[in-house]
T-cell receptor, first 113, second 110 residues
Framework: KAGVTQTPRYLIKTRGQQVTLSCSPI?????VSWYQQTPGQGLQFLFE???????NKGNFPGRFSGRQFSNSRSEMNVSTLELGDSALYLC????????????FGPGTRLTVL | DQQVKQNSPSLSVQEGRISILNCDYT??????FLWYKKYPAEGPTFLIS?????DKNEDGRFTVFLNKSAKHLSLHIVPSQPGDSAVYFC?????????FGTGTSLTVIP
């Protein structure tokens, strides 16, 4: 069974631009969560989608948004990029959530110049 | 507000000895706890989990201990191997959201 895939793996953008990251979950998984990883901050929860609905949202500004499609694939968008948005963005999928194990993708490394 | 804390950013252990990674949490509503291992340039991979109704869970060389009264979680790796060198994250959940610690970088010295 293929794992979680994320595209692109690396991105370089400049301040003020916007970016869209993509995540394809493991086949059959319906829950997709997004995390931001920065040095010293660990993994910070962005949001979680289940059946095309955002079920939970972390403490991030409205510039961060996401969506999930009917095939469970998910996209994350960051508008008006700031230098502090440079981070590794990780996507994780699970069957339903709660006690289901989350499986992570390799991440997208975003650098904002 | 960091609800899950890993106060040791790094740990070095000799091969064959025990590695003990610690994690503290503040939210008494957390009912499920996990450990993930992360290698550079890869996403975290699930290692072991424990429900709040248990105080210990073993899987091969890995054992997780939960002390609910102290709000403390630990991961024991015995014996430690060089391939265990990675960053370890603990995570806790209550419902649909997981909270992660900042990670502990484990180095196992051959």
């Amino acid at each position: 069974k293929a794992g979680v895939t994320q595209t692109p793996r690396y991105l370089i953008k400049t301040r003020g631009q916007q970016v869209t990251l993509s995540c394809s979950p493991i086949s059959g998984h319906r829950s997709v969560s997004w995390y931001q990883q920065t040095p010293g901050q660990g993994l910070q929860f962005l949001f979680e989608y289940f059946s095309e609905t955002q079920r939970n949202k972390g403490n991030f500004p409205g510039r961060f948004s996401g969506r999930q499609f009917s095939n469970s694939r998910s996209e994350m968008n960051v508008s008006t990029l700031e230098l502090g948005d440079s981070a590794l963005y990780l996507c994780a999928s699970s069957l339903v959530r709660d006690t289901d194990t989350q499986y992570f993708g390799p991440g997208t490394r975003l650098t904002v110049l | 507000d960091q609800q899950v804390k890993q106060n040791s950013p790094s740990l070095s252990v000799q091969e064959g000895r025990i590695s003990i990674l610690n994690c503290d949490y503040t939210n008494s509503m957390f009912d499920y706890f996990l450990w993930y291992k992360k290698y550079p340039a890869e996403g975290p991979t699930f290692l072991i989990s424990i429900s709040s109704i248990k105080d210990k869970n073993e899987d091969g060389r890995f054992t997780v201990f939960l002390n609910k009264s102290a709000k403390h979680l630990s991961l024991h790796i015995v014996p430690s191997q060089p391939g265990d060198s990675a960053v370890y994250f603990c995570a806790a959940s209550a419902g649909n959201q997981f909270y992660f610690g900042t990670g502990t970088s484990l180095t196992v010295i051959p």
